[in-house]
């Protein structure tokens, strides 16, 4: 499965953004998708999650001002985020894989499949 990640930019603190994950050439709806992201010098960290049946995961930094969504008919996993802060600046990565296991959910080297990143920078 190809995955493209889109949604990225320049938003001032307090303010919202959606990222979007789309896939082609898999069936989508066997895919859990992650988002993750990574700050400069930093390691790719969790962001959020959602397995084929719906459940959906969230790291506690950004649990409560971000949604994770999917659209199987548009093959489209949504990253909405809210309430966004400056330590929330980084490149975000969407990452797919069809056998992913609950506890392995928020493990970037658990995914086979990653899109470009789009790069989030939240002003103070």
């Known amino acids: 499965v190809q995955l493209q990640a889109s949604g990225g930019g320049l938003v001032q603190a307090g303010g919202s953004l959606r990222l979007s994950c789309a896939a082609s050439?898999?069936?989508?709806?066997?895919?859990?998708v992650g988002w993750f992201r990574q700050a400069p010098g930093e390691e790719r960290r969790f962001v959020a999650g959602?397995?084929?049946?719906?459940?959906?995961y969230y790291s506690d930094s950004v649990k409560g001002r971000v949604t994770i969504s999917r659209d199987n008919a548009k093959t489209t996993v949504y990253l909405q985020m809210n309430s966004l802060r400056p330590e929330d600046t980084a490149v975000y990565y969407c990452?797919?894989?069809?056998?992913?296991?609950?506890?392995?959910?928020?493990?970037?080297?658990?995914?086979?499949?990653w899109g470009q990143g789009t790069q989030v920078t939240v002003s103070s």
């Open positions: 959602i397995r084929r049946d719906g459940n959906t």
């Open positions: 990452a797919a894989d069809q056998r992913l296991i609950l506890s392995a959910l928020r493990t970037p080297a658990a995914y086979d499949y």
């Open positions: 050439g898999g069936t989508f709806r066997n895919y859990a």
